[in-house]
């Protein structure tokens, strides 16, 4: 099968600018999440998608950071405005719920100037 | 906030050797679950253990449980250089499923 995809795999913007992440999960993975995973550390939590609704986004700075996942598939993360501590790698998951292991795509690499 | 902790940060074996990481964790669990990541890609999932189970076998890989302990180990037994990667642990403590990650451990094998 084919694996979590996500774009672009790098990405460096000036800070205030806005920026976009996409993820195309696995075929029949009702549940996706978006991660952030800082230089040395373990992912962290940002927000988790039940099909099209987002079950958890605690987590999720709203003032800054947005997500959708339209007809329950793709899914989008964005943050306007970017600020110098949103540089890290976002990483998109899916799994098929039920407390089965996620899959995980190869990341976006924010870099912010 | 993470809830795992590995120990070691860092570990150096040579090929051929065993390599073991421990993971220490603070709540009570559903399942513990063990991820890989190598340099510049996501992680991929190795084992999950649940909480009424002690002992898992994959493979090279041995996972153990000590839920009384909070703690959880993974052995590589024959480590190869291809197993040089960070190992992250992840608690499912079942508030929604979702995942807590440690810090992970730095393993790079020597060939």
């Known amino acids: 099968e084919a694996g979590v995809v996500q774009s672009p795999r790098y990405k460096i913007i000036e800070k205030k600018q806005p920026v976009a992440f996409w993820c195309n999960p696995i075929?029949?993975?009702?549940?996706l999440y978006w991660y952030r995973q800082n230089l040395g550390q373990g992912p962290e939590l940002l927000i988790r998608?039940?099909?099209?609704?987002?079950?958890?986004d605690s987590q999720l700075p709203k003032d800054r950071f947005s997500a959708e996942r339209l007809k329950g598939v793709d899914s989008t993360l964005k943050i306007q405005p970017a600020e110098l501590g949103d540089s890290a790698v976002y990483l998109c998951?899916?799994?098929?719920?039920?407390?089965?292991?996620?899959?995980f795509g190869d990341g976006t690499r924010l870099s912010i100037l | 906030s993470q809830q795992g902790e590995e120990d070691p940060q860092a570990l150096s074996i040579q090929e051929g050797e065993n390599a073991t990481m421990n993971c220490s964790y603070k709540?009570?669990?559903?399942?513990l679950q063990w991820y890989r990541q190598n340099s510049g890609r996501g992680l991929v999932h190795l084992i999950l253990i649940r909480s009424n189970e002690r002992e898992k076998h994959s493979g090279r890989l041995r996972v153990t449980l000590d839920t009384s302990k909070k703690s959880s180990s993974l052995l590589i037994t024959a480590s190869r250089a291809a197993d040089t990667a960070s190992y992250f642990c992840?608690?499912?403590?079942?508030?929604?499923?979702?995942?807590?990650f440690g810090k992970g451990t730095k393993l790079s094998v020597k060939p």
């Open positions: 992840a608690t499912d403590a079942g508030s929604q499923g979702n995942l807590i």
């Open positions: 998951a899916s799994s098929p719920g039920g407390g089965q292991p996620q899959h």
């Open positions: 709540t009570s669990i559903n399942n």
């Open positions: 075929s029949g993975h009702n549940t």
């Open positions: 998608y039940e099909n099209e609704e987002a079950v958890d």
